[in-house]
């Protein structure tokens, strides 16, 4: 067997329901990988899933802890690959997206990380649509975040050098990172390519947990890019409470 190219994390809690699909989607993919699942001691029938494949992946466990950062953290620290991401139990890779995101690294030496474009399906009426990415600049990148986490690809070597994510974020803990790979490292390369599906559904933090998700990725601005732009303050109203208002009128 080829040694792993991609050391990949799985965190996972309580997600037996599209955990199948996401490791399908990694074991199907042509780029060596080594794969540990980090499980936070789930209630459903993800343990069993896991079980099942057991024999492709490099390590996983199933017990509570400090939360979804901490257990990436971990995952990874246990690879040896050169290239490291994260897929969440609840999204999945497109076919060829990793092998697109290893082309582009290998092409741009310098780059920390690459990244592609993302489809977001909604779980309850199953309406697809396209998660907002483009070209990276910091000037964008404090106005939102142009970058998509599960079609997302780092070098280990940059992601060591950032120490991987902060454990004390629980939101925006990929917005964090992308800054300081970019303050450390350098620009992100973009792919315009479709690399992975992100789902949306009731359960995830963004839908349950939009305040803090808003108030997080504001800090984040702050204190790398010296000031919030405008924009943020004047799309919180709606990207807090009108929409939280809307998601729930539509869900019945």
């Avoid at 996401?22 to 074991?27: E, P, T, V």
């Avoid at 939102?144 to 940059?158: D, E, G, H, N």
Wanted: charged share 25%.
């Amino acid at each position: 067997m080829s040694p792993p190219l991609v050391t990949i994390a799985v965190p996972s809690y309580n997600q037996g329901q599209f955990l199948d699909a996401a490791l399908s989607s990694i074991f199907s993919s042509d780029v060596p990988v080594e794969v540990f699942i980090a499980d936070g001691g789930s209630r459903d029938n993800s343990v069993e899933i896991i079980k099942r494949w057991e024999s492709k992946l490099s390590g996983w466990r199933s017990h509570s802890d400090s939360g979804q950062a901490a257990a990436i953290n971990e995952c990874i620290a246990k690879g040896t690959a050169p290239y490291v991401c994260w897929l969440n139990s609840d999204d999945y890779f497109l076919e060829g997206g990793l092998r697109a995101l290893l082309n582009a690294l290998d092409a741009v030496p310098g780059a920390p990380a690459a990244y592609g474009r993302a489809l977001n399906i909604r779980e309850r009426d199953g309406k697809r649509s396209p998660v907002w990415v483009e070209a990276f600049s910091e000037r964008r990148l404090a106005q939102r975040c142009i970058v998509s986490q599960p079609a997302t690809l780092m070098r280990r070597s940059a992601w060591e050098q950032v120490c991987g994510l902060q454990p004390d974020f629980h939101m925006a803990m990929d917005y964090d990172l992308w800054w300081r790979l970019y303050k450390a490292c350098g620009e992100l390369q973009f792919v315009d390519e479709w690399i992975a599906v992100n789902r949306e559904h009731c359960d995830t933090k963004t839908s349950t947990q939009r305040v803090a998700h808003y108030c997080e990725a504001m800090a984040v601005v702050r204190q790398y890019h010296g000031r919030v732009p405008l924009k943020w303050w004047l799309y919180q109203p709606y990207s807090v409470w009108f929409k939280a208002i809307k998601n729930r009128f539509e869900k019945y």
